[in-house]
């Protein structure tokens, strides 16, 4: 378990480097697509078979594909135009703090005695069945909520996109 | 007493909607802003008259308050009120009465400044604020006013602005005073913990009315708590009445017009810190051991003597004044420490009225030699100037305690009530009032007798500016004698007269002498031409240079505290510069470096073409670093991270 | 498992309604707008959506008798609290709306309302709820939107560097919020406030609770723009449309401050720690403690050095944040009502603030301090309104700034009455708000004092100027006579 654990966390947290790295926007995304892939694996993993399986559907299937094509549809694939790479000049700093921060949150956990007593995994029959009709009871509220962000966030993505237009 | 309590809030309120319609006023409504500002005050006048009459025939100390309840808030219930008792009665007549003369001379002095009626705006708000401060029943609304007369002479010390001096000193004013209310805001919480109210009198549960339990409680420095909070107003009260050390901002106050000088330093803000002493008088006197009221007693003392010596070497006519008066305020603090509630308070009535006069006189001669303010281009007006020689020969002879005008009164009941306390302190203090004779004798002789030194002919100045000095001037002869029915209108009880005739002989002795050295320095030769060399100046040598100096403390505070100031600003600088500027610096030199290697590999390798690289390296190293400087999101997003980190390292570490 | 429907639309009758008018304010600009001038599209729509904020707060008071009604996992709440601040922010909004009809905001004008109307039904979905997971996405609502209207100056490079960084930073706050709630879910198997704090104080503290709930004050002490989190809102404010930045500044700070108020006193009542002096206790107190000293400090020096009038007002919101902190470091009840009320006060007084800028900026010509200059003669009433707001954030008694800065710091006092353990950060505080007058001051002597280049009058609409005499009135308001709406507050902290 915990070679398996191991293996996926390091393809991860690669893939996640590795997309914010790379040069060429379509590494960049193929990057991000081998994280969602760890990620997925993670879900599999805590036998979240639901979980992994919408991952890999509209992550990898949908989402990735659809940067791909606004990659495409765009000027500058091979990242030439951009300049330096997109991490600033004092990366080491940047990677710096963050190795800090993981390190000051992993000692947090190791001195906590909670961690072996959590539950570990979901192993119910039925999951997606469940799962929606918590959606429509329980979680009702958030689930508009969530509808209604989605045509929030569509329209804001539309504005920024546009021109300005003709001043009458 | 009791219905005219209830009519004491019109007293400020009047000022206040006065302000308020100036501020709606265009600016070219000068004749009405003028009259609307001087019908506001003089019904204010009027109003605290009818209240000082209503106090009269009652031989005990008697007091009425209002209280009201503001709003509640919680288990905390916000009380304000007013009060109508001697003590107040007498400040609130005092106020209105030298701040309406005030105002007709203003209308002279500011006849030609085009900001005319933001002026009387804030005079008004100014006047509104003190009269505020004089009638509450409550350290809450006292501190609110506290903090508007603070702010009022903030903006009319800077009036005109333009004048780099001016825009300095409202700067200086405004922080030094600030230092101070810091103090007297903690000593508010303080009190308003331990009494539980801000009340000053309501009815046995008034805060001042605890005075005598919170004695018995300890507070912080091993002092009880009575004393603790009494220091802390007084720091508050440092600030406002120019105490040493926190006198320095009064004197650079003079940048302002003079009606403002005249405004601060005789009737107002000045006065608010030792009417506040008095105020808290139950405070201050409650703790047995007296540590209170001897700490108040040596820096009134010492201010005292300290602002004399000063004065004796100034040039400038107003700032002459404006050391006398911390003087003076140093003489009041010094009665309140030594026990004299009604001394002190009284030579704050006399005081205020014969400094407003003198200040309004000098603002006569200012505007009478066309705007001169050095001394020693002036001389001979009494020819030129005969109303307001008249008007200030009499100022000058009060504040040098002459028998029969109004200081020599008060002067004297300080200096007796000084003597029962502290025959050191008594001492300094006569010496201190040797020095205030001969420093007015010397103004006396530079400005008004000789020759005239300067360049254009002097004149006489209008009646507007003229009728409030010579008003004042009668105040400053007559006032004195109610001296001692003050003392039974305060409610003090008749008092030991031991060594009574000894302190007022030698009080006059002493007074005669500072005026009969400033004859014989000054006097029997005048000065002939502006760049003379003062008599003082060549007997002193040194010590003048430093008492015109005003002992350097200016300087030191600028050595020291500002100099400290300034020092953790350049910290906080450096830490920008050295960090982030430092790594970028060091890197653009690092770059520059490698691109001097370069260009010289270049030039050996490559012939120039090296050398074009090595300065785009160093361009490109340059602007990377600025844009990292100028808000970089990426910057943002690592300080946010080292914050996260930082908290949760303490997290651990607790 | 069946659930109740008609409660709920009941309970959304406020965000429903926003949601339908919304959608109608950018159809309308769809079909009528396209053919007008901009200035005339701008009066139309934003008058629609007027009338929609003004319908919205219909079913408000159809909910004043439901007391308390807690709905499925309690993702919808009910009380008189909450009625009152989604009353507030229904309030802001409109004034916002009065705002930006005045405005330049570009062409898109029916999206620009819709967005903002967006925004608004977040920061109402944020305050009426208990429960994490609609808290986030509530959040997430709000910021999108934010987000998007900071970038709606399409023509201006900064408008749009604002944006992007207002995103990114915002992006990785919410990562960080996500995760410390993971953390608190596995810890306590709860998403809504009460279980947490019921199951915390069964479990007692832990030290995953502290990076859980560390991550959580990341999230929300980036919506309240409190130091280390503060970075964007300099940039963000100055880059947007001014009446966004008013928005910003007033509306999600309300909102996100309340959702503090209510996850710290009700899901972490258990692990508050103590920021007393000398005998400091790791807990939300203390990490709000340290906080609330660096805003204040910080926000207070940085403005001084300020040449811009909308980056002045952002560090002075940092600054306010500070003392909001300190009233919640009191952790009591006294100290969450002096919260929510300063939180209205300080919301009513920065959206004049920043209306006035908005007003005058666009027409003298930029919003650095010099295009300020002698603005008391050119637009002699707004000046006089933003004297009153200046005054109120400075302090100055008798405006509600005045007192909502009094109950903050007696809170604090009073929350350890025998030792004042909290006395250092109340004289912080007063040394602080005795800096900040400065800056103020300095902002004053540009419009009162220094003499302007362009002497010519400003004119500006009467329903602006309404809108902002409407929040004048409110300052003084609140600061002559506090006691009804303190009261009420105080009564319904307590049930909290």
Redesign the interface.
């Known amino acids: 378990m915990t070679i398996v654990f191991l293996t996926l966390s390091a393809i991860t947290v690669l893939g996640a480097l590795l997309a914010v790295t790379l040069r060429n926007l379509v590494h960049c995304l193929l990057a991000l697509v081998l994280f969602f892939m760890g990620i997925a694996g993670h879900f599999f993993l805590l036998k979240a078979d639901f979980l992994g399986a919408v991952q890999i559907l509209i992550y990898i299937g949908a989402v990735a594909v659809l940067i791909l094509f606004a990659i495409m549809l765009t000027r500058n694939i091979s990242g030439t135009e951009g300049g ?1 790479g997109s ?4 990366w080491w ?2 990677v710096g ?2 190795t ?2 993981a390190g ?2 992993c ?3 190791r ?5 072996s007593k ?2 570990y995994g979901a192993t119910e029959e039925g999951v997606v069945k469940e799962i929606g ?1 918590l959606l429509v ?6 689930l ?3 509808a ?2 989605l ?3 569509l ?2 993505a ?3 996109a ?7 | 007493m009791n219905e005219l309590v209830k009519q004491q809030w019109l007293i400020p309120f009047l000022p206040l909607v006065a302000a308020a319609v100036q501020a709606l006023l265009p600016r070219t409504a000068r004749k009405l802003s003028a009259g609307i500002c001087l019908t506001a005050m003089g019904a204010s006048c009027v109003l605290a008259l009818r209240a000082f009459v209503g106090t009269l025939g009652h031989h005990e100390a008697e007091r009425a308050v209002w209280n009201f309840v503001w709003f509640d808030y919680g288990t905390t219930r916000l009380e304000l009120g007013f009060i109508l008792d001697p003590m107040t009665a007498a400040m609130a007549l005092m106020v209105a009465f030298v701040g309406f003369w005030i105002f007709v001379n203003a209308t002279g002095y500011m006849s030609d400044d085009e900001n005319f009626t933001r002026f009387f705006c804030f005079l008004s708000l100014f006047a509104a604020a003190m009269l505020g401060l004089v009638v509450a029943n409550n350290l809450l609304m006292l501190f609110m006013c506290w903090e508007l007369v603070g702010l009022c002479s903030y903006l009319l010390i800077g009036f005109w602005h333009f004048k780099p001096s001016a825009a300095a000193a409202m700067k200086k004013a405004f922080i030094t005073t600030r230092i101070g209310d810091v103090g007297f805001f903690l000593g508010i919480l303080l009190l308003s913990w331990q009494a539980g109210t801000l009340n000053l009198y309501d009815g046995g549960n008034g805060a001042l009315e605890q005075a005598g339990a919170l004695a018995g409680i300890p507070g912080w420095f091993g002092w009880s708590m009575a004393t603790t909070i009494a220091m802390l107003l007084f720091i508050g009260a440092m600030g406002k009445s120019a105490q040493f050390p926190l006198h320095v901002w009064l004197p650079d106050a003079m940048e302002g017009p003079t009606p403002v000088s005249a405004l601060i330093h005789a009737a107002t803000m000045v006065a608010a810190g030792v009417f506040m002493v008095g105020r808290m008088f139950a405070l201050f006197a409650a703790d047995t051991s007296g540590l209170a009221l001897n700490i108040v007693m040596w820096v009134g003392c010492f201010t005292a003597l300290f602002s004399a010596t000063i004065a004796v070497a100034q040039f400038d006519i107003k700032r002459v004044l404006a050391y006398s008066t911390c003087s003076q305020l140093g003489f009041m603090m010094m009665a309140l420490g030594a026990g004299g509630l009604a001394p002190g308070q009284f030579h704050l009535l006399t005081h205020a009225f014969f400094k407003a006069l003198l200040f309004l006189g000098s603002g006569c001669v200012i505007i009478g030699t066309h705007h001169e303010q050095d001394m020693r281009k002036m001389g001979g007006l009494r020819k030129y100037m005969p109303v307001t020689f008249g008007c200030y020969l009499i100022g000058m002879l009060a504040l040098a305690g002459v028998p029969p005008f109004a200081g020599f009164w008060s002067k004297d009941e300080v200096l007796l009530v000084a003597f029962q306390r502290n025959k050191l302190a008594w001492g300094l203090a006569t010496f201190a009032a040797f020095l205030t004779a001969f420093y007015m004798t010397r103004q006396m002789f530079m400005v008004f007798a000789g020759k005239w030194r300067g360049h254009h002919e002097p004149h006489e100045v209008p009646w507007n500016m003229w009728l409030p000095i010579a008003v004042l001037s009668v105040f400053a002869v007559g006032l004195g004698f109610f001296g001692a029915q003050y003392g039974h209108y305060l409610g003090a009880h008749g008092e030991d007269p031991h060594g009574k005739w000894i302190v007022m002989g030698l009080s006059v002795a002493v007074g005669a002498a500072g005026i009969l050295l400033g004859w014989i320095v000054y006097g029997r030769r005048t000065m002939e031409h502006a760049d003379e060399p003062d008599p003082l100046a060549v007997k002193l040598g040194a010590l003048f240079t430093c008492l015109n100096r005003k002992w350097y403390v200016d300087e030191f505070y600028d050595a020291t505290i500002i100099r400290a100031t300034m020092l953790l600003g350049e910290l906080w600088r450096a830490f920008d510069k050295l960090v982030i500027d430092g790594i970028l610096h060091g890197i653009a030199w690092m770059a520059w470096g490698v691109s001097q290697v370069v260009r010289w590999v270049g030039d050996e390798f490559f012939i120039n073409g090296g050398f074009d690289a090595g300065c785009e390296s160093v361009r490109l190293s340059g602007r990377e670093f600025a844009k990292f400087q100028a808000g970089r999101i990426q910057g943002y997003l690592r300080i946010l991270c080292l914050g996260t980190v930082i908290l949760l390292v303490i997290w651990y570490l607790k | 498992m069946s659930v109740a429907y008609a409660p709920i639309v009941r309970a959304l009758g406020s965000e429903t309604a926003l949601v339908l008018v919304a959608l109608a304010v950018l159809t309308l600009d769809f079909i009528i707008g396209r053919k007008r001038e901009v200035a005339k599209r701008r009066e139309l729509v934003g008058a629609v959506a007027l009338f929609g904020l003004a319908l919205s707060a219909v079913p408000l008071v159809g909910q004043v008798g439901m007391t308390n009604v807690l709905l499925p996992g309690e993702t919808l709440v009910v009380n008189p609290l909450v009625i009152i601040f989604k009353f507030v922010l229904i309030v802001l909004t409109a004034v916002t709306v009065l705002i930006s009809i005045d405005h330049d905001i570009g062409t898109h004008v029916g999206e620009y309302f819709a967005m903002l109307l967006f925004g608004a039904i977040g920061m109402l979905l944020l305050v009426g709820t208990e429960e994490f997971l609609t808290i986030f996405v509530a959040l997430e609502l709000t910021s999108i939107s934010l987000y998007v209207l900071t970038a709606f100056h399409k023509n201006s490079l900064r408008s749009q560097e604002a944006a992007l960084k207002y995103f990114l930073f915002g992006a990785i706050a919410t990562a960080f919020l996500l995760f410390g709630l993971s953390y608190i879910y596995g810890l306590t198997g709860a998403t809504n406030l009460r279980d947490i704090g019921a199951a915390l104080a069964k479990k007692g503290t832990d030290p995953l609770l502290g990076v859980g709930l560390l991550c959580v004050l990341v999230g929300l002490g980036f919506k309240v723009a409190m130091v280390p989190f503060h970075l964007w809102a300099p940039d963000a404010y100055e880059g947007a449309p001014t009446p966004v930045t008013a928005f910003i500044a007033t509306g999600s700070k309300v909102a996100s401050f309340f959702v503090l108020v209510k996850v710290l006193m009700v899901a972490f009542a258990g692990a508050v720690g103590s920021a007393y002096w000398g005998a400091f206790e790791s807990g939300w107190a203390m990490v709000l403690g340290l906080t609330a000293t660096a805003s204040m400090v910080l926000g207070n020096c940085a403005a001084i050095v300020q040449r811009n009038v909308k980056r002045l007002l952002a560090y002075s919101s940092i600054a306010h944040a500070g003392y909001i902190l300190v009233g919640l470091v009191a952790a009591s009840s006294t100290g969450a009502t002096a919260v929510l009320f300063y939180v209205i006060v300080y919301a009513i007084t920065n959206l004049g603030a920043f209306g006035v800028v908005a007003a005058l900026a666009s027409r003298a010509g930029g919003d650095d301090l010099e295009h300020f200059n002698g603005m008391a003669k050119r637009a002699p009433f707004l000046s006089l309104l933003m004297l009153v707001f200046v005054l109120s954030l400075a302090g100055i008694p008798p405006l509600g700034g005045f007192f909502g800065k009094f109950y903050l710091f007696a809170a604090a006092v009073e929350c350890d009455a025998e030792m004042f353990g909290l006395l250092w950060l109340v004289a912080l505080g007063i040394v602080m708000s005795a800096v900040s007058l400065y800056y103020y001051l300095v902002l004053m002597k540009h419009m009162y004092v220094l003499p302007a280049k362009d002497e010519t009058r400003i004119a500006t609409p009467g329903h602006l100027k309404m809108a902002l005499a409407f929040c004048a009135a409110g300052v003084v308001l609140l600061g002559v006579f506090p006691e009804p709406i303190l009261a009420l507050l105080k009564a319904l902290v307590v049930r909290l």
């Open positions: 330096r991490l600033g000049g004092a700093l940047g703090i963050a800090t921060l000051a949150m000692v947090f956990v001195r906590s005695d909670l961690v959590l539950p009709k009871t329980d979680w009702v509220v958030p508009e909520i969530m209604v962000l045509t929030a966030a329209i804001g539309v504005v920024i546009l021109e300005e237009e003709k001043k009458r």
